[in-house]
């Protein structure tokens, strides 16, 4: 699976492709000499605006997209821009399922790894559908068509994972306290571990448990992702997701921060034949 729903076309999804694109408008405004005041002006457009099109917020039409390219003297990259236009205007596979805007999932769609770190849940990707399912509704959502709409988007992101030609590779750091967590009831927690487990044997996945006696750690506040790119597309992005949604960042400082902090998370963590043992001495304590 690649930015649309497996099988579908072209390669890379809607929401990177209209980051790419606000980059290379980026680049080309530049390149013209302009303030981003300045080219606001010429196109008639709003600052606002045209800084959420360049960060990738916001959608290009083709129209402005003419316009732009008049103002930044590119008449020659009429065909690659409007092309880009079009393609970052379809809609994204995960749209089918009620899932719509910006998020962490337009980055995993098209990233070729990931690094995560989780204080209080099982990863997304390595979530069991009946512990999806028991968080969605302990989450308060109550409409079953949704739920289980949800809970399909999160199994075809594990999809990923064993993929023929691009594969995402997960380096996942779990606190203790996600796997104690009980999310469902024994039955659910019992099929969680043996997912994990599972999981944990694919070429593609790396998983270590921080245990609860290892004491303060250097992410105290929460966790995060940080997304790695094929071929550059884009630049490594830090994903941090909170109570109310989440946010995400490229600036390179930021995110060298968040690599630091990982390597250090990975460090303190089991190593994975620990991290193996550990999960099996769990699950026999539920029994």
């Not at 990863?123 to 809970?151: C, D, H, M, T, W």
């Not at 024994?186 to 070429?203: C, D, I």
Request: aromatic share 6%.
């Amino acid at each position: 699976m690649t930015g649309e729903h497996p099988g579908g076309e072209p390669e890379y999804g809607p929401a990177i492709i209209r980051r790419r694109l606000g980059r290379i408008m980026r680049r080309l405004r530049e390149r013209a000499g302009l303030t981003m005041e300045q080219a606001a002006a010429k196109i008639e457009y709003t600052v606002p605006s045209l800084s959420r099109l360049e960060n990738g917020q916001q959608g290009l039409n083709i129209h402005v997209a003419k316009s732009m390219l008049d103002v930044y003297h590119e008449p020659d990259r009429y065909e690659e821009i409007l092309d880009l236009c079009r393609l970052s205007q379809r809609k994204a596979w995960r749209n089918s399922y009620g899932i719509h805007g910006r998020g962490y999932l337009g980055l995993e769609s098209d990233a070729e790894s990931a690094r995560s770190f989780q204080t209080h849940l099982v990863p997304g990707l390595l979530q069991s559908e009946e512990y999806a399912r028991a968080l969605f509704l302990g989450q308060g959502e109550e409409k079953p068509e949704r739920i289980e709409n949800y809970v399909r988007v999160r199994m075809i992101r594990q999809e990923r994972l064993r993929h023929p030609t691009r594969p995402l590779t997960l380096r996942a750091v779990m606190r203790e306290a996600a796997l104690r967590c009980r999310v469902g009831g024994l039955e659910v927690a019992y099929g969680q571990l043996a997912r994990l487990a599972e999981l944990a044997e694919l070429p593609t996945v790396t998983l270590r448990v921080l245990p609860n006696d290892r004491g303060v750690h250097p992410s105290m506040a929460g966790g995060f992702v940080i997304v790695t790119f094929p071929e550059q597309l884009l630049p490594d992005t830090l994903y941090v997701e909170h109570a109310f949604g989440g946010t995400d960042t490229e600036k390179e400082q930021e995110v060298n921060r968040a690599k630091l902090r990982f390597d250090q998370l990975w460090a303190m963590a089991l190593d994975e034949s620990a991290t193996a043992e550990f999960l099996r001495r769990l699950a026999e304590d539920l029994e």
